[in-house]
């Protein structure tokens, strides 16, 4: 064990992954302590309406550049990347005051459809954290595309710290989710402040490549984000936000709450490493198909040193994390401990292959990739309605656990798989133009 560990650090790949990492560790961890006291200060039912904001948010943001922030790290040309970042701004500008005129005429039938009145308020915030979130994750792969992770990394802190602080001192001085929702929001808004000012500090010069022709042509030229990319998404946050929608609906508001604290705290710390891994290796792979190189070897690896590292602590919680989460939540927070338990294998599932999600991006497979996730909503759907039927909030989160993790255990196969039959013969740039086929 230790010696693959040793491996792991001597490993360039890794280190560039631990470089974008360490600058965040101090903020997750900072966010974890906050919580602590969150935990003491916010109810159940403050969570369960936060869950419903940031599970709505989760489907709205998919709409806010229409997937073209991943085709930003595609081209070979530093003028055309600059042009899709531009059309993604656009996009996320219009999506946002569409939404607008969605939430003013139909506020009423959302709540009610929810199950949640409270939640009426916050809905007219939901356009703003769209057009922040789409403008922040474009920003961060352009940001990639230059593989300037420190200033990934300090967007991430001051995201994270923004959202804390600000939880915190609202929750002090105001009753209700208030706090929670205005802290995502002020986090979202000094994230993107902080890419906004380091790129035009550094690239003024490039906002005179912008042309509307150029971005134009472009859309059609990566036209598979929007056509396939976009409704994946679209189809995989919606199935990740069923738990938080089901259980205010037909339970309760606390047990949507209860729901959003385990997953939240047991989802934060796996997706910071997965998102930083996924960030890393993308750039690096698109750059080796540039390269007409294989990647084959280097996919293997990633899985079994991420299995090697993450399994004993992933037991380990398994075994204790009731106990884990009452000693430093508090007791009433304990069975939020255990749908965590239940969530576990799905997590550390999401662990392995999250990071290799843009493979089916490479070798235009978008569209299996699609049928993939709607096969993994309907799945989900039908063990939470079990769980309904039953009246049973364990087992319609064991049957949404257990048939997420076979199906994204058959992407992680399938991934390997689409490796394999693909040796180099190409750049990326023209595997990923626009077809009918």
């Not at 593989?147 to 990934?152: A, C, G, N, Q």
């Not at 998102?275 to 390269?291: L, P, S």
């Not at 997590?347 to 070798?363: E, H, N, Q, R, T």
Request: aromatic share 14%.
């Amino acid at each position: 064990m230790i010696r693959a560990l040793r491996n792991i650090w001597e490993n360039d790949f890794f280190k560039n992954v631990a470089t974008l990492i360490s600058g965040t560790t101090f903020a997750q961890a900072f966010s974890i302590v906050i919580y602590i006291f969150l935990s003491r200060i916010y109810t159940v039912e403050d969570f369960g309406v936060f869950g419903l904001y940031m599970n709505i948010l989760n489907i709205t943001i998919i709409f806010s550049t229409a997937k073209y922030e991943l085709a930003i790290l595609l081209p070979k040309s530093d003028r055309e990347s600059v042009n899709l970042l531009g059309l993604s701004g656009i996009i996320s500008v219009v999506v946002s005051l569409l939404l607008l005129l969605i939430v003013i005429p139909f506020n009423g039938q959302i709540c009610k459809l929810l199950g949640n009145e409270e939640l009426s308020t916050w809905l007219y915030f939901i356009p703003l954290s769209t057009l922040l979130v789409g403008l922040f994750t474009s920003f961060r792969n352009y940001s990639n595309r230059e593989k300037r992770y420190k200033l990934i990394a300090g967007a991430n802190i001051g995201q994270s710290l923004g959202n804390s602080l600000m939880k915190l001192l609202l929750g002090l001085m105001i009753a209700g989710a208030t706090g929670l929702i205005f802290g995502v929001i002020f986090g979202q808004l000094i994230g993107f402040l902080v890419f906004f000012a380091i790129q035009i500090r550094f690239n003024r010069h490039k906002a005179g490549w912008l042309r509307l022709s150029e971005m134009r042509r472009l859309g059609k030229q990566y036209s598979l984000f929007p056509k396939y990319n976009m409704w994946q998404g679209l189809i995989n946050n919606f199935s990740g936000a069923l738990p938080v929608f089901i259980f205010s609906s037909f339970f309760s508001t606390a047990i949507a709450g209860i729901y959003t604290f385990g997953y939240m705290i047991l989802y934060r710390p796996v997706s910071l490493v997965a998102n930083a891994f996924y960030q890393v290796m993308f750039q690096r792979f698109v750059e080796k198909q540039h390269q007409e190189a294989y990647i084959l070897d280097e996919v293997k690896l990633f899985i079994k040193r991420t299995f090697q590292v993450l399994i004993i602590p992933f037991i380990l919680m398994g075994f204790f994390a009731p106990q884990v989460f009452g000693f430093i939540f508090g007791s009433d927070w304990v069975e939020a401990g255990r749908y965590a338990q239940i969530l576990l294998p799905w997590i550390f599932m999401v662990s392995l292959v999250m990071p290799l999600s843009f493979i089916p991006d490479l070798y235009k497979k978008q569209r299996v990739a699609m049928i993939i996730d709607g096969i993994k909503m309907v799945a989900r759907l039908a063990g939470l309605v079990v769980g309904v039927i039953t009246d049973s909030v364990y087992l319609g989160l064991i049957l949404y656990s257990g048939l997420s993790t076979l199906v994204i255990s058959y992407s992680l196969i399938w991934y390997i798989r689409l490796v394999k039959s693909h040796p180099p013969a190409g750049n990326a740039e023209s595997i990923l133009k626009s077809s009918n086929g």
